[in-house]
């Protein structure tokens, strides 16, 4: 079996706590199941800035672009507040997702049955939630060009951002929402603001048309970004997989995530396109969840969500599926027993720390 | 007392119904109280379109234009889904609240008492919600040039939307929101992307230099657009005041609405800057749902939005204070009293139509 090489970004705040307990995992199935992962590590964020004077290194870039997998941890924080724009900590992660070409950015909000009653919506609201938003990720306005601020004197600014969509990233992006409601309940909703957008005119018209060209089995509709998040938060439960650009999924993954209780759960995957020749596809797993730099430090953060972003990418990277089904299983156990980190603590459960909760992971897997 | 011209724009769907109800109001004020209303009104969306070819005529925005104040029901339908792009429903509105420069939308998410239980979130989480959202609205992505698709042959089309924000722009909607502040818990959120967008960082800077110059009595805090979005559903109460850009705004306000258990119930302002000599502004009030076609002239559409923002207009346009808070206290009364339009009823409620639901307020008035 060929080796499986991970390069880990554990970058900074929890971020590198977090990525301890899957360490130890790893380390775990390198010895039990001759799983044959060899890791490399790397700086990104605040911590490669104060190194390097950059969000990310070129020769970081580079064993990234190498790598059959990039796990990714958290960046940013207070410290880097005013560093210049160009290398603020999220540089390094837009740049990872900009040139490894991640177009696809898979988010699952799932609400772990253990934990329906601490979200803040209604537990019949939430319980048995499973929503796939599939986001575009390396273009729409995050990445359009002009971006910038222009001085016009007279203690006058000006500040440009550019949303742009071309047909294919549209399609392909679309592709990836279809193949995939294929696999749950084949239901896609797509959203973007066609009534005020331009872009939003054209993703509605190649949705529809990919739809009709390619996966007319699978039930589409298309709803205003701004009426979906609403129906987020009525009844979360009529969606499957939500299709959408890149800063309405930042706005709705994030939404979606706090439905489910708690954001400290959950994974996301980036995808690129599949090689022509040998199929593989360039991939980045990272937390939904942020730095969260005010609990950096002292043991107490959520792995789980970290943990369940390998667990994607053995799913999705390594076709792993049992292995996948494992560490997803070893979750649900833990939290089935009543063990919780600080985050999602209620009463009558028991509340561990960032290794404890790693551990009783592992020891359940 | 000079005579108060208002301007009545019904439009579409549930538009015309909603109106009715305050046409209502309105008769009677002037009828009891000699308030002096004097009504005239027009076409505007779908129904504009029909009539004229275009989603509002060039007369009735000079109507506007001279009014003291307008009145805005709903626009759109699926009737009007293949109308080319500059003459859909929605641009007669747009093109309102950009000829009007109504740059300041006043959206406050109230819950009701009464309608606390029928939020899809806790009610301990939602009870007693009093957030006021300020939504700049004559700028951003709405409404910044290159707004375009272009073919690029090869089946390949560009769409290209722009966000431009200027200095003075976001100075007075961040004054409007100091100001209000100061009239509420003096506390003001504001909310951009400045980890990826310019414009973002430009309207971070100039909050903060609006809040040291001549607001520093007033708490600020900052938050980046999707974690506010999160924390609004996590934990509303610790808002007071947030200001935000058109798009932002757009969805916040929606989520916003919908934790308060009916956006049926919820009004909104638009409003101009004073008028250097007569100290007047102009002003747009409408409510924030949509006009609703699959429920339109069944006569089961929720007035109490549209009677808010006549409510508003009293408070904001004329000074009438005693006569919003009459409004606004009928209103409560009647959900006291237990009538329910079908969109909030619930167990134990009593059930009743539109013309039923404005008679009854009436009746509390
Ligand atoms: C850190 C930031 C640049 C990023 C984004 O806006 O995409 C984050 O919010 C996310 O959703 O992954
Ligand atoms: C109808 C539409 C153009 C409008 C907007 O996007 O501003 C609506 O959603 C609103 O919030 O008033």
Known sequence: MATKHLFLLPGDGIGPEAMAEVKKLIAVMNDRLGSGFATDEGLVGGCAYDAHGAAISDADMEKAMAADAVLFGAVGGPKWDAVPYEVRPEAGLLRLRKDMELFANLRPAICYPALAASSSLKQEVVEGL?????????????????????????????????????????????????????????????MEKRNVMKSGVLWNEVVTQTHKARYSDVKLDHMLADAGGMQLVRWPMQFDVIVTDNLFGDMLSDIAAMLTGSIGMLPSASLGAPDVKTKKRKALYEPVHGSAPDIAGKGIANPIAMIASFAMCLRYSFGMVDEADRVEGAIAAVLDAGLRTKDIMSDGMTEVGTVEMGDAIIAKF
Do not use: C, M, W
């Open 130 to 190: 499973d929503i796939l938003i599939v986001r575009e990720l390396t273009g729409g306005v995050y990445f359009g060009e002009p971006k910038q601020i222009i001085d016009l004197g007279n203690g006058q600014k000006r500040g440009i951002d550019t949303q742009v969509y071309d047909t294919f990233e549209i399609e392909r992006i679309s592709g990836v929402a279809f193949e995939l409601a294929r696999t749950r309940k084949n239901h896609v909703t797509s």
